[in-house]
């Protein structure tokens, strides 16, 4: 399957809080970011830590500014992210 | 996800409870007495900041060498015979290279996820919740307890290794240090160095 993202693309991550394990880091839910590269392709966490068999999918560096994640800050923080954390921005 | 297995604070009823499985574990046959940390022990030997360093000494030396670990760490480190395979699988490693007005400092904010193939096991500090929770927040401020007060121009990146990637920041070299060896070189070259919380 081919990748959603490629670098450069803009991006949002989801807001929803799933009951059990996830490496979407409650800091970046919700939050705008740039996908600075794909970071390979693997298994989602979410899934392998609830005993499911889970396809590798694509896995990216996003940059995010801390200005958007805490509403303060002149730093950024790449965060590696499972696609299926990502939509385009502007997208549902 | 934590690939380490450190006890900082035995009284934890965490580690209590993990001592209660190990000796059940050990009274059915399962494992043998003192297994687990002689596993851990031959798990962390494969790795050391002298790793790290050694890496790190010839991309100094050899432009080549850098561009080439920048671009694919995995690929680099191979050609000095590392590998990020002493964990359960082997991981991606991402170098990022501090200089100009650019620095680099690696966190995991969701457990420890740390290149322990390159630096060994991770500090104390690196696994503390306090480390965790406010380099992400305010890196500038953390660094400065670390003693490493940053110009304001300089840009600051945080990388959160929240899934399979593995970090290591690749210093500046020091200024005076052109006459040394590549040997020497690495000698320079701290764990704190390495994971962006000192400059070397």
Redesign the interface.
Known sequence: MADRFAAGDRVRTRTVDPPGHTRLPRYARGVRGEVVSTAGHHPLADERARGLTSSPRAVYHVRFAASDLFGEGDHTVVVELWEDYLEPEGGR | ?STTHDHPHDSAPVAARVRHVEALLEARGHLDPGEIDRRIDEFAAGGSPAHGAAIVARAWVDPNFRERLLADGNAAIAELGYSMGSALQDQ?L?VMANGGDEHHVVVC??CSCYPIALLGPSPGWYKSEAYRSRV?????GVLREFGLELPGST???????????RYMVLPRRPAGTEEMGERELAGLVTRKGLIGTALV
């Open positions: 996800m991606k991402t904010t969701l992400v927040r305010d890196p500038r840009r600051i990146t945080v990388w959160d290794a929240s899934a399979e990637s």
